[in-house]
């Protein structure tokens, strides 16, 4: 089965422009996550989506949204960017029951620059 | 809400020999899931191994095994025979089992493997 995929894997912006990462989840997973690594903040949780509908939304401003297509496939999009927004950006994907959370399967990230 | 503590920033180990790896963790939920999960240098989140809050049982995955307790809300990581591809940063990671809550991380301890 193959794994979460993130396109694309670098990237360099400007300040000022929008972004727009894209993740695949794992064949049958409905669940993305997306999470914002950095040296100083470490990791910190954006978002998640099931099923088309966010479900949990971390403590970023609103320059940050998602979106999550009725394939599952997720992306995000970061407007008006800050040389604070580089980082690496982490997408997760799970297989979500109502008998309760299964294991969140990181893909390679996507890391940001910007100048 | 949640939080993940691991106290060793860094760690050293001859290769071969053993190591552990501290997390602690603090909630009110009486069901969760803790994981350890492993950032090589291609940055990639791998899991190492998962515990079930419910299973009084440690879990194992060949030479990683862990020590579970859940009253003390202590998750150590113990690597036998370590080997020069264990060299990483490893992320202690806490997520309740139902609800639209977060994947909480710990900042990590970097883990060389010396030759």
């Known amino acids: 089965k193959a794994g979460v995929t993130q396109t694309p894997r670098y990237l360099i912006k400007t300040r000022g422009q929008q972004v727009t990462l894209s993740c695949s989840p794992i064949?049958?997973?409905?669940?993305v996550s997306w999470y914002q690594q950095t040296p100083g903040q470490g990791l910190q949780f954006l978002f998640e989506y099931f099923s088309e509908t966010q479900r949990n939304k971390g403590n970023f401003p609103g320059r940050f949204s998602g979106r999550q297509f009725s394939n599952s496939r997720s992306e995000m999009n970061v407007s008006t960017l800050e040389l604070g927004d580089s980082a690496l950006y982490l997408c997760?994907?799970?297989?979500?029951?109502?008998?309760?959370?299964?294991?969140?399967?990181f893909g390679p990230g996507t890391r940001l620059l910007v100048l | 809400a949640q939080t993940v503590t691991q106290s060793q920033p860094e760690m050293s180990v001859q290769e071969a020999e053993t190591v552990t790896l501290s997390c602690t963790y603090d909630?009110?939920?009486?069901?969760?899931?803790l994981f350890w999960y492993k950032q090589p240098p291609s940055r990639q989140m791998i899991l190492v191994i998962r515990q079930e809050a419910y299973k009084q049982q440690n879990a194992t995955e060949n030479r990683f095994s862990v020590n579970f307790q859940k009253a003390a809300k202590s998750f150590s990581l113990k690597i036998s025979d370590s080997q020069l591809g264990d060299t990483a940063m490893y992320f202690c990671?806490?997520?309740?089992?139902?609800?639209?809550?977060?994947?909480?991380f710990g900042t990590g301890t970097r883990l060389t493997i010396i030759p």
């Open positions: 990671a806490f997520i309740p089992s139902f609800g639209n809550e977060k994947l909480t």
């Open positions: 909630t009110s939920e009486n069901n969760y899931y």
């Open positions: 064949s049958g997973h409905r669940s």
């Open positions: 997760a994907s799970s297989f979500l029951t109502t008998g309760g959370r299964e294991t969140q399967y």
